[in-house]
């Protein structure tokens, strides 16, 4: 099993490059990192773990500045979003900025979609909330276009794009290895088996009884079932957890660091070495 890890990373945590090379001097698989544009401070969404709001969330670095700094500096670590909130960016502005990390960095990006929890944040952008998911969808297939190897033109509910010529291309195939995070439930799960190489579910709770709805989503939508992937997300790590994750048929999973200095997120590598 691969071992990932994700952070929040900040104006005051370890630097982007200084815990790349960390982690790809001690052999972790991969860097995960989330993206909030900003946080309102006049707040109505709560906090989906409960309390109050972690200072972090409103000082995250642009997560594809950070990763083409981590990537500038290393050669094998993959480089994900952990998860990018597709429907508050343009979208053909973002397929540029994806398959340019992906072509930069060797096929290392892995583009983790979610759909977000803070209303006040996405009606910043623009979004309805209650079609976030749609437009997702839509700027996903969006993306998909502009990265065809022939110029396609697409025309979707939410946006349209006219063939065009659109490069670099993602260096890993017609589109980088995408999964979509979120709680368990049939339009997550449509949303996977439509554009999706898997889940990123968080924490990785109540996979026994979700996998196997999901794998019979993914093979009625005709897709191959060797290849789904399940990734679990921000995870506290035991010896026991991974394992029966590892019983689960996961292959990688990703760990959560805290969002602190230098000095404290070294230590925490060091007790997950272990893992490696």
């Not at 990006?109 to 952008?125: I, M, P, Q, S, Y």
Request: hydrophobic share 40%.
């Amino acid at each position: 099993m691969r071992i990932s890890t994700t952070i929040f990373l900040t104006d005051e945590t370890i630097t982007p490059p200084r815990l790349a090379r960390e982690l790809e001097e001690r052999g972790f698989a991969g860097l995960y990192v989330p993206e909030h544009t900003h946080i309102p401070v006049e707040r109505t969404s709560p906090y989906p773990a409960g309390g109050d709001l972690p200072p972090e969330y409103g000082r995250t670095l642009d997560p594809f500045v950070a990763l083409g700094q981590a990537a500038a500096v290393t050669t094998t670590l993959g480089l994900g979003t952990g998860i990018t909130l597709l429907a508050q960016h343009d979208p053909i502005a973002l397929a540029k900025q994806i398959a340019t990390l992906d072509h930069l960095s060797g096929g290392r990006f892995t583009l983790g979609v979610g759909f977000g929890w803070n209303r006040e944040e996405a009606a910043d952008h623009g979004v309805e909330w209650s079609t976030r998911r749609d437009l997702s969808r839509d700027r996903m297939h969006l993306m998909r276009a502009l990265w065809a190897a022939e110029p396609t033109a697409y025309e979707g509910d939410f946006g349209s794009v006219r063939a065009s010529w659109a490069y670099p291309k993602p260096a890993s195939g017609p589109a980088p290895r995408t999964l979509v995070g979120g709680a368990a439930g049939p339009k997550l799960f449509s949303h996977i088996a439509d554009y999706a190489d898997g889940w990123l579910p968080i924490g990785g709770r109540g996979l026994t009884e979700s996998l196997p709805v999901l794998r019979e989503t993914w093979e009625q939508a005709g897709r191959d079932p060797k290849t789904l992937q399940v990734v679990p997300y921000a995870v506290l790590p035991s010896a026991g957890k991974l394992e029966r994750y590892a019983e689960l048929g996961c292959e990688e999973v990703v760990l959560q660091l805290p969002p602190a200095g230098e000095g404290e997120v070294l230590r925490v590598l060091d007790e997950y070495g272990k893992y490696v």
